[in-house]
C-alpha cells in the first residue's frame, strides 16, 4: 500500500525558507515520480514541481521557479520541497502526491500547512 506523509510546514515571514518533507512508503513501479500540489482557500489546486526518482528529473510550476528546488533521496524514500524567499502567496496547504495516471495523480499525502506573514 502506497502512503505518503508530509511534513515541515508551518508559520514564517515573508522572505524566508522553509522545507518540506514527503515520505513514501509502499513504491511501485507505478510510483515514478512524486509532485508537490498546493491548495489556497478559495482557490484551485496549483502544480508547484515534481521528480523522477531514477533521473532526478524536474518540473517546476511557473510561480515558484527560481525560487522552490525540489530534490529526492532515494535511499529515504523521501522527497524535499526547498521553499526560498517565501511570499504571503505561497500560503497554501501543500500536498505530495505519486502514481500519475492519466487522470492525475492516484495517491496523495494529508497535507501540510504553510503560512507566509507579510
Known amino acids: 500500500q502506497v502512503q505518503l506523509v508530509e511534513s515541515g510546514g508551518g508559520l514564517v515571514q515573508a522572505g524566508t525558507s522553509l522545507r518540506l518533507s514527503c515520505a513514501v512508503s509502499?513504491?511501485?513501479?507505478?510510483?515514478?515520480?512524486v509532485a508537490w500540489f498546493r491548495q489556497a482557500p478559495g482557490k484551485e489546486r496549483e502544480f508547484v514541481a515534481s521528480?523522477?526518482?531514477?533521473?532526478?528529473?524536474?518540473s517546476y510550476g511557473d510561480s515558484v521557479k527560481g525560487r522552490f528546488t525540489i530534490s529526492r533521496d532515494n535511499a529515504k524514500s523521501t522527497v524535499y520541497l526547498r521553499m526560498n524567499s517565501l511570499k504571503p502567496e505561497d500560503t497554501a496547504v501543500y500536498y505530495c502526491?505519486?502514481?500519475?495516471?492519466?487522470?492525475?495523480?492516484?495517491?496523495w499525502g494529508q497535507g501540510t500547512q504553510v503560512t507566509v506573514s507579510s
Open positions: 509502499g513504491r511501485t513501479a507505478a510510483t515514478y515520480d
Open positions: 521528480i523522477l526518482w531514477g533521473s532526478g528529473t524536474t
Open positions: 502526491a505519486t502514481g500519475r495516471t492519466s487522470l492525475g495523480y492516484a495517491y
